[in-house]
């Protein structure tokens, strides 16, 4: 039976052995959990791949314990912008792309030239990786294109019974994924964001002083410039996910319901009881179903790193058929929380049955 372990040296130490020995083990970061594995364990490599379920195609993070250990790995000295960022933000929910050297295996970048290293900002981590020989090789610890686990249970519940050994780090603190950035393909002279984070361009901006372009599907808007099914699905419930429009909250709350159960009539879920209701703009009042407002304080920070664990929630209460949400206010960490969303939804809108103009 998979074990939760507390952080103790003793389980820190059982744990760098096990790696070492090319096991994988679950572990914390200040992020998502994720599911280690030593990236000179080729053996270990492919469990990551197999467990996942995840296509050979895509590529894993390395962790470091610090930048000097990320400097054997890569061609930093090319690319002084990048090491700034390093040494600015790590430990931190930063991913930064470089050029990699022979000594990271082709597995672990799925045979790219680049290799995307962050250092994480999570004490149990950070022992762990203190205690290993070398970097460790781990994605987000969930089945591929599911919801990242933000707690073990979560992380439990995505794996059953083949699940690693789960070091316990409680919740995480951020709850989405690290910022992923590195030069732009495109133009040398800029740095460009491939997955938004709690990091934002515009820190990245600052800090550099390049110009930073921002991945396609990002809604740095809140129209719905959304062509539906046109969005890679990533990061989904099992449950379906449909965002609500723009104005819904000044909508008649009746022609709301109607519009909702025109668009579910395919769902078998024209209940309205059955709808799970995410909000991440404050309160909302009258709304049948199950409510989760995740943004209580006026606090998107807080949102993000409740947005995970409130959609397993909805995943795992029989009463919610459908999960109906709100893009976040498109600031800040908002841009990322919005990334995800969108994934979660396909870009299904409540209005893309053709009713777009509320
Ligand atoms: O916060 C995080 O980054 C978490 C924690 C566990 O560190 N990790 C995480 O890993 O989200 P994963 O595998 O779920 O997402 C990593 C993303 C993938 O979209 C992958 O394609 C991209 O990073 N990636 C990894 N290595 C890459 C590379 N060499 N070049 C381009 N993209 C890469
Ligand atoms: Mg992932």
Redesign the pocket.
Known sequence: MTKILPPSSHNLELAADLLQKGELIVIP?E????LAASIHSESALHKIYTLKKRPYS????V?VSNLNQARRYALWDEHPALLLLAETFWPG?L?I?LPRNALIPSIV??G?P???M?C?DHPVALDLLQRCPAPLA???ANRFGKI?PTTPEAVLQEFGENCPPILDGGHCRVGI??T?VGMDPADPQTLKI??P?LITATQIQTTTGMPVTLPGCSTQTTNHPLTPGSLPAHYCPNKPVFLLPEHWRQLEPQRLQELIQEMLSNQASPNPKSWGWLLLRGPAIGLQGVVCNINPNNDLTQAAALLYSSLRYFDNDPQVRVILVELAPPQGIGIAINDRLLRASRGSSVWSRGDSNP
């Open positions: 970061t992020t998502v959990y994720g895509d590529p894993l993070i962790h929910p991913t792309l970048t799925a790219q680049t290799v995307a962050r994480p781990a994605p987000s990242s994924e690290s992923i491939f997955r984070g």
